[in-house]
Nanobody, 116 residues
Framework: QVQLVESGGGLVQAGGSLRLSCAAS????????MGWYRQAPGKQRELVAV???????NYAESVKGRFTISRDNAKNTVYLQMNSLKLEDTAVYYC??????????WGKGTLVTVSS
């Protein structure tokens, strides 16, 4: 079992910044991928950014150059630094943990609201 707890969401003006954190606990495998997904009202959940145990990253085109994903393996925590936020970044952001031969785990989500 893996538990994920997200934090750092909130209300921010367009152009501003937020930093999300996701702390994992439980049975954490040394080789895993953690990432952030988001779901806006009326839309499907989509990938934002992922990072694996080797710190290889992948970003959605819409956030490249504005968002940065990072991780602290000692703390089993992944971060998402979001800069130059846009109205269309408004969504519930979910943390995901995955590893080989294991089911995926999701956090409960944290709301990010970008206002004009």
């Amino acid at each position: 079992q893996v538990q994920l707890v997200e934090s750092g969401g909130g209300l921010v003006q367009a152009g501003g910044s937020l930093r999300l954190s996701c702390a994992a606990s439980g049975i954490i495998r040394s080789i895993n991928t953690m990432g952030w997904y988001r779901q806006a009202p009326g839309k499907q959940r989509e990938l934002v950014a992922v990072i694996d145990s080797h710190a290889d990253t992948n970003y959605a085109e819409s956030v490249k150059g504005r968002f940065t994903i990072s991780r602290d393996n000692a703390k089993n925590t992944v971060y998402l630094q979001m800069n130059s936020l846009k109205l269309e970044d408004t969504a519930v952001y979910y943390c995901r943990y995955s590893s080989i031969n294991s089911i995926d785990y999701w956090g409960k989500g944290t709301l990010v609201t970008v206002s004009s």
